[in-house]
């Protein structure tokens, strides 16, 4: 048998005003149009659900067995409905980004503090992980959306281009060989200690790849898997590092020196990746639109430093 809830709740108003009238009125319909839906009820039940006189309407015996547990079964499900929505609604005013280490500790935070004063309701969590973790995290809908330079498609995942970075070379600055310019070029790197990253990360890779072009044979002093690392042992002495820009809010808490590479300069795109099939939270484009202009502020125009 198929009830609706509609005929269920007619069937609840009737038994408990014990008149036709009335119940229609609480359900916003005409007395005849609810007298057709209580006798269809009563045509699929098989069973008569009210005695009707001129002056009564009695619930018969079968009518007032299932008023118990219609009553019952009701208040459940609007109880239960009322949980739901009051949780869908609550999941709407949160966000979950995934970030990789050194975005979710120099970049996101200042940036959520900020944006909170425009959007208090908004409430961002984060969570910081390698592309690895965040990948599957955001296909699973554990995260709404994660954030990095995540190279190759994915099947399932989206990939919005939020900002093109550059790739930059940064040194200790107690040594006054560097000096402090603002560029420098990948040939002049020859002969320098560096700190990469693990051969099999596809940034060291490109990294790698421009280094060959210019000749320069690096000697690798440690292999790392976090950004936030290098530019650590950078400011230890260890050697150079050549590091995305979107780095440089970490770089200016450290005592190292800042050089754009040119000839080439290297981009390095950084994207929004979501799961195609979820639908993100109210508030997301909003966010990523502050954080673009946010992180414009010190990235140079079109977010290239």
Request: no cysteine.
């Given at each position: 048998m198929d009830f609706t809830s509609r005929q269920l709740r007619a069937f609840l108003l009737v038994a408990e005003h014990r008149?036709?009238?009335?119940?229609?009125?609480?359900?916003?319909?005409?007395?005849?149009?609810?007298?057709?839906?209580?006798?269809?009820?009563?045509?699929?039940?098989?069973?008569?659900?009210?005695?009707?006189?001129?002056?009564?309407?009695?619930?018969?015996?079968?009518?007032?067995?299932?008023?118990?547990?219609?009553?019952r079964n009701l208040k459940e499900l609007d109880a239960a409905m009322s949980r739901l929505g009051k949780s869908a609604t609550e999941a709407g005013r949160v966000l979950?980004?995934?970030?990789?280490?050194?975005?979710a500790a120099d970049v996101l935070p200042e940036a959520i503090k900020e944006f909170r004063g425009h959007r208090p309701e908004l409430r961002i969590r984060l969570f910081?992980?390698?592309?690895?973790?965040?990948?599957?995290m955001v296909l699973a809908g554990k995260l709404d959306i994660g954030l990095g330079a995540f190279?190759?498609?994915?099947?399932?995942?989206?990939?919005?281009?939020?900002?093109?970075?550059?790739?930059?070379?940064?040194?200790?600055?107690n040594n006054p060989a560097f000096g402090r310019a603002a560029t420098t070029t990948w040939a002049a790197l020859k002969g320098e200690i560096s700190i990469?990253?693990?051969?099999?990360?596809?940034?060291?890779?490109?990294?790698?790849?421009?280094?060959?072009?210019?000749?320069?044979v690096s000697y690798p002093s440690a292999s790392l898997n976090f950004l936030n690392t290098q530019i650590a042992l950078v400011e230890a002495g260890e050697g150079f590092a050549v590091i995305p820009s979107f780095g440089l809010p970490a770089c200016r808490n450290r005592k190292v020196v800042v050089s754009r590479l040119v000839n080439p300069v290297v981009t390095l795109?950084?994207?929004?990746?979501?799961?195609?099939?979820?639908?993100?939270?109210?508030?997301?484009?909003?966010?990523?639109?502050?954080?673009?202009?946010?992180i414009a502020r010190w990235a140079g125009r079109a977010g290239i430093l």
């Open positions: 008149s036709f009238t009335r119940a229609a009125e609480a359900l916003f319909i005409t007395p005849s149009a609810l007298s057709i839906a209580i006798r269809e009820l009563e045509t699929q039940l098989g069973f008569r659900l009210f005695d009707r006189t001129t002056r009564h309407v009695v619930p018969t015996a079968y009518g007032n067995e299932l008023f118990a547990v219609t009553r979950s980004i995934g970030a990789t280490p050194l975005f910081d992980g390698d592309r690895a973790t965040i990948v599957p190279f190759g498609p994915t099947p399932g995942i989206r990939r919005t281009p939020l900002f093109r970075f550059s790739l930059m070379v940064i040194r200790p600055d990469t990253l693990t051969p099999t990360s596809p940034l060291q890779q490109l990294i790698d790849k421009h280094l060959a072009q210019a000749g320069v795109d950084f994207y929004q990746i979501s799961n195609r099939a979820k639908k993100l939270p109210t508030g997301t484009e909003e966010f990523m639109s502050f954080l673009q202009s946010y």
